[in-house]
């Protein structure tokens, strides 16, 4: 995709919608996982794709290729997904009193689609793992860990300072073991 | 080294974060000594085995490239999604022209009523007050079905 680039992206701002098409082709994949992952909904995450989709077309004319369309990319699409997090939340937070532990584990009524050759065993101890963190930290733990983002690149998408990244990795990790924690102190 | 700080550098190594060649080797040791610190570093390993085994990419529903591809169309314009909770007769109603009339229509109907409530002439009341075959002098004295009756087949 990085090869030609340049050219497929002057295309698709021509109006060319096959060039567009090309685009999509190869960001969708990354873009519907991270949207998924950080959203645990998959109506959430397919909105968020279309909209970041969008986005990319309305600004293809300003964009050169000189930085990497992929962090631009990740950008909109956590910035989206964040944004579908919160108005979930928001949501939630009319209807009931509730914390915010208990809203993020009610957030998503489906079990996640894992993608193929993924046992659900493991899809649904990540579900698990996931649903233990807030929206942010979610964010930074899948762009790490899933996505395999540098600090660096974290920080460019999410638009925080790198200490920022490592702190909010380390009370994911604090979380996800106060809540492994819980959980065998439940089935003692 | 602290137990504290042992889990603290495990973390780091974790999420890839840079930890010195010494530290690393002083993690080591303690951990060599420490059977709850290697406790965590195993949990750890089983968390990051299972963010290793999901995949970074997943294909969406092809119905979102159609919506997409929908929305590029020449002459699209992007509509907010409002649910058509009144059908034909909502979009009667969204025509400027016919909730004037309506409009129009209602304020005349309350105007007349107004009218002839205080004047007691024309319209509903003023019929019902002068006709003499439902008046309530004769529904007092043959009842009320009676009076109707006479009045629908007079």
Request: include cysteine; charged fraction near 25%; charge should be negative.
């Amino acid at each position: 995709m990085e090869e030609g680039l340049s050219e497929t992206i002057e295309q698709a701002a021509a109006g060319d919608v096959a060039a567009f098409e090309a685009i999509y082709r190869n960001l969708a994949g990354f873009v519907y996982a991270v949207a998924l992952r950080t959203t645990r909904n998959e109506q959430d995450a397919q909105e968020v794709t279309q909209d970041v989709f969008m986005k990319l077309h309305q600004n293809l004319k300003d964009f050169r290729g000189e930085s990497s369309l992929r962090t631009w990319v990740y950008r909109i699409t956590v910035n989206e997904a964040l944004n579908a997090c919160r108005a979930r939340n928001r949501h939630f937070r009319k209807r009931v009193e509730m914390d915010e532990q208990t809203l993020e584990q009610q957030v998503d009524p489906h079990t996640l689609e894992a993608g193929p050759d993924v046992e659900p065993g493991v899809t649904r101890q990540l579900d698990k793992y996931l649903a233990v963190l807030n929206p942010d930290q979610r964010a930074c733990l899948i762009l790490r860990k899933i996505q395999g983002l540098s600090y660096e690149e974290i920080a460019a998408a999410l638009n925080i300072p790198i200490n920022t990244v490592r702190s909010r990795l380390k009370r994911a990790r604090e979380a996800l073991f106060d809540a492994n924690k819980k959980e065998q102190d439940d089935a003692v | 080294m602290q137990c504290k700080k042992a889990r603290e550098l495990l973390g780091d190594l974790s999420d890839g974060w840079p930890v010195e060649a010494s530290l690393q080797e002083e993690l080591r040791s303690h951990i060599a000594g420490c059977a709850d610190c290697a406790r965590y570093r195993a949990q750890l390993e089983r968390f990051d085995a299972v963010f290793r085994a999901a995949p970074a990419v997943i294909q969406p529903p092809e119905a979102v490239w159609e919506k997409i591809r929908e929305a590029l169309s020449p002459g699209f314009v992007l509509q907010p999604q409002v649910p058509d909770v009144l059908g034909w007769l909502g979009n009667l109603l969204r025509q400027p022209a016919f909730a004037g009339m309506i409009v129009m229509a209602f304020f005349g109907f309350m105007l007349v009523a107004v009218v002839t409530r205080f004047t007691g002439q024309g319209g509903f009341a003023g019929k019902a007050a002068t006709n003499e075959w439902i008046n309530e002098d004769y529904a007092t004295v043959y009842g009320f079905d009676t009076a109707l009756e006479r009045y629908l087949y007079r």
